[in-house]
């Protein structure tokens, strides 16, 4: 399962802000049955992660992979690399010229290229989840179902402002991978989850707190594993979120859309507020029938959907 992705050319690619790319490299790994032969199940990754979702080094492979909730014996999984991830060859140094909607665009071009007519379901975490928000927004008939987990149609002022943060660290640190990947893991996580871990307790030996000591081992293992780049590019894509940009409004796009929706919130995220989740759902109930909103009940925050598998589980189950 370790195999290195395929990759399509996508050719004479425009962005939305007029930035012309000749040919765009899209990578994928596919899981399960041949294409075709089950229903497939679209996987988007999250800041950090990439198309290796099963297997070994598979970053969800507590939610999918045989027997798993969503069983790689009953379902194909496909899930391509955002261009510029890091994971293939492909680097794109100009991360402005992408938004969210570019990458949807991309991963409907590259459904086209594999002549697939229906998804059976979209399901992505964080930005992957913004990502699948926009491509059913793009293609309203691709998908039976979406799932957007701790995300939402859009990006608000909070996780702009955070998003913006994380660009000046990037752009302006001696050592941006780590210091933005520790900025980064205070919103990932919330004070009650640190304080259940650490409790206000030092590392004697190097004289510091373990919280301090933590964060810098998670600044230093992204910086080993993560490009400058992919980066920039990726929480670029986080800031630019929003199925309603150019268009008339948020009901208008979504209730076009005809996948059933199962939004999954954490009631601790910092985020994207469980509240927005939650406003996002009551907005759409009104106008649409087959929308459901379920909440992951954790301390651990934005990353709960990566650590509360047995809830996730749970709140799939109906799906799977």
Not at 140 to 164: E, G, R, V, Y
Not at 260 to 289: P, R
């Amino acid at each position: 399962m370790e195999n290195k992705p395929t990759t399509i050319t996508i050719q004479n690619f425009t962005t939305e802000s007029g930035a012309f790319y000749a040919t765009i490299n899209l990578s994928y790994h596919l899981f399960g049955p041949a294409l075709h032969t089950a229903p497939i199940v679209l996987v988007n990754h999250a800041l950090t992660g990439n198309s290796q979702v099963v297997g070994l080094k598979g970053w969800w492979n507590v939610l999918i992979g045989e027997n798993r909730t969503i069983d790689t014996n009953k379902y194909t999984i496909l899930a391509f690399n955002v261009p510029g991830n890091g994971f293939d060859d492909t680097i794109i140094e100009n991360y402005l010229d992408f938004t969210a909607r570019d990458v949807a665009r991309l991963f409907i071009e590259g459904i086209k290229v594999l002549q697939i007519t229906q998804l059976f379901a979209i399901i992505g975490g964080s930005v992957g989840g913004g990502i699948a928000w926009e491509i059913a927004a793009l293609a309203p008939q691709i998908t039976k179902h979406l799932i957007p987990i701790a995300t939402d149609w859009k990006s608000t002022d909070w996780l702009i402002a955070n998003c913006f943060l994380q660009e000046q660290i990037l752009n302006n640190s001696a050592k941006p991978i780590e210091d933005a990947r520790i900025h980064a893991m205070l919103c990932y996580r919330t004070p009650e989850s640190f304080k259940a871990k650490f409790d206000r307790t030092s590392n004697d030996e190097l004289a510091i707190f373990n919280i301090e000591s933590w964060l810098n081992h998670h600044g230093k293992k992204l910086q080993k594993r993560f490009q400058l780049s992919a980066y920039k590019l990726m929480n670029q894509l986080l800031k630019t979120i929003d199925i309603s940009r150019n268009r008339e409004s948020f009901l208008t796009v979504a209730a076009q859309i005809e996948a059933d929706i199962h939004i999954i919130g954490i009631n601790s995220d910092l985020f994207f507020t469980v509240n927005e989740n939650k406003e996002t759902y009551e907005t759409l109930k009104k106008h649409k029938e087959n929308v459901t909103f379920q909440e992951i009940d954790s301390i651990h925050g934005h990353d709960a959907f990566l650590i509360e598998y047995k809830q996730l589980d749970n709140l799939l189950k109906g799906v799977f």
